[in-house]
């Protein structure tokens, strides 16, 4: 078992690395659009034409879809199940929402304070299909250590361009602790999902239903403010979707391997360190950058010690 956490924690930290990449493409996809929400349909519509593209050239990936189908139809996969990529949408009109008023600090911290804690619930409860872990004390000291390392890697971000108080402020801060939340959770049903049909099945059902949530969410924007009147030419700035499908894709069959709680770990190390070389590569290395990383490290090996010892 110690061999299959510690492969699952290197492909947690690749799906962190690739988080943090996507973040950054999609990030100045988003400004030169001057509309985060619609670089993140842009996302998740190329995303979706590859997966098409894939599954138009491959009979084992159709077959794999078929099988998803036939377990909703005879009761083995429920159809909430099929819902982890509203979860991703939310998230990201999360992001459009509350991080002007409240930073990208306090985003940061309460999506991860919603997504760590969470995920021992998630995993109490045996939504992912590596089945129940029980919430020990040394799993909740792992989960503290981890969100301790986020506030200490955040504690120079941006502040907020806006200001807002008192009830304001708490519902503001609401909205991304449900968004981490909603992470765990997406995690978990992704995972039970690629365990019927496989992981691309799982991805494709995934970038559909959050594609079709961001249009939805998008009709508001595009009643008020219309389309963008300029969209970039950089190929760059479209990798986003081709990135997310991998990691989504990985991180369906991670789950089943380490639970929510060490996948939601390793994945936040992997985008702390990947920051840090992005970081380092434009001369803006710091050493509250690198200390948060050694912190969030080392609650991944007390994770996936004490993720370990219930296995036995």
Known sequence: MVGRNGLGAIFGFCIGAGVAVQGRINGALGAELGDGVAAATISFGTGLLVLLFAFALSPTLRAGFGKVRTAVRDGGVRPWQLLGGVCGAFFVASQGLTIAAIGVTAFTVAVVAGQLLSSLVVDRLGLAPNGRTPITPWRMVAAVLGIAGVVLSAGGGSAPTTTATGVSDFLLIVLPAL??????????????????????????????????????????????????????????????????????????????????????????????????????????????????????????????????????
């Open 179 to 312: 968004a981490g939340i909603g992470l765990a959770w997406q995690q978990a049903v992704n995972g039970r999902v690629g365990a019927v049909g496989g992981p691309f099945p799982a991805t494709l059902i995934n970038f559909t239903v959050g594609l079709i949530a961001l249009c939805l969410f998008n009709v508001y924007t595009l009643l008020t403010t219309g389309l963008p009147t300029r969209f970039p030419t950089e190929p760059w700035l479209y990798l986003g979707g081709v990135i997310g499908v991998a990691f989504i894709a990985l991180a369906a069959i991670t789950v089943g391997m380490i639970g929510v709680l060490l996948l939601g770990l390793t994945s936040v190390a992997g985008q702390l360190v990947a920051a840090m070389l992005l970081d380092a590569a434009a001369g803006r290395l710091s050493l509250t950058a690198a200390l948060s990383c050694v912190i969030v490290l080392g609650a991944v090996v007390l994770g996936t010690k004490a993720t370990s010892a219930t296995e036995r």
